[in-house]
């Protein structure tokens, strides 16, 4: 994944200058992830479960659960994504800042992880076996990272390496969640991922600093710009055919 604008506003891959904090927690991330292969009973404890969080006890899974991956390709994609995009938040916010703002993001996405799923239940829309259901990974988090991200570089270009895809980084979350909705894997948790994302808005809305923050009115203005705009184009289509097929002398 490709980024413009780190310096002098070409093209580059990754981040200039990976910050400390950005380090340690891929180091602690990576340092879990040992620790679970050489003690696999941790996942039974660790991971965030409605039963045990609210049944049992095991209060603390809404923290401990970030720290858990399913697999390789899962530990190296959060944190490919967390280097890429959080060096970049981590330099400007600070490194206080931004690991309060990703512990927040992991903690609030982990507490709805292990409540939501009581809501089918209670209403006898599911079965009380998915409150059984573990769930591990540092993505709710990322995805919070991801959200300040996009929101402080709206009009940033982002390529993707597969597929060689270029968009604006406003859009980076929307594309995120129709990629993993259609192409993703059936047990990827759709809950935790927006669970970061509503935590990050929150936190970003509080917090009324983040450079280019947009606000509900600021985003509902741009999409009614795109709509206009895509309308426009449409009609310019349809003119551009009409012209094409009148008949003409030579």
């Not at 604008?5 to 990576?30: C, D, E, H, R, W």
């Amino acid at each position: 994944m490709y980024g413009r604008g780190y310096s002098g506003g070409g093209m580059g891959f990754g981040p200039p200058v990976t910050p400390p904090v950005i380090k340690q927690l891929i180091i602690a991330n990576v340092a879990v992830f040992f620790a679970q292969i050489l003690q696999p009973q941790l996942f039974s404890v660790m991971t965030a479960s409605p039963s045990d969080f609210w049944q049992r006890g095991f209060l603390w899974q809404p923290f401990t659960y970030m720290w858990m991956h399913g697999g390789l390709g899962h530990i190296l994609a959060n944190m490919f994504s967390l280097w890429m995009f959080g060096s970049q938040v981590a330099l400007v916010w600070g490194a206080q800042r931004f690991l309060r703002f990703y512990l927040l993001c992991g903690v609030g996405s982990g507490l709805l992880i292990v409540s939501y799923p009581w809501v089918p239940v209670l209403f006898g829309a599911a079965s009380t076996a998915t409150l059984h259901y573990p769930t591990l990974g540092a993505s709710g988090a990322i995805f919070g990272v991801l959200l300040a991200y996009s929101l402080t570089w709206p009009d940033r270009t982002i390529m993707l390496i597969f597929p060689p895809v270029a968009f604006r980084a406003i859009w980076l979350i929307p594309l995120l969640f129709f990629m993993e909705i259609y192409f993703g894997p059936p047990n990827v948790s759709h809950i935790g991922h927006l669970g970061g994302v509503l935590i990050g808005w929150l936190l970003l809305r509080g917090q009324g600093d983040a450079r280019g923050l947009l606000s509900l009115e600021q985003i509902r203005w741009r999409f009614k710009r795109w709509q206009m705009r895509k309308r426009l184009r449409a009609v310019q289509n349809d003119q551009s055919r009409n012209s094409n097929d009148r008949p003409y002398f030579h």
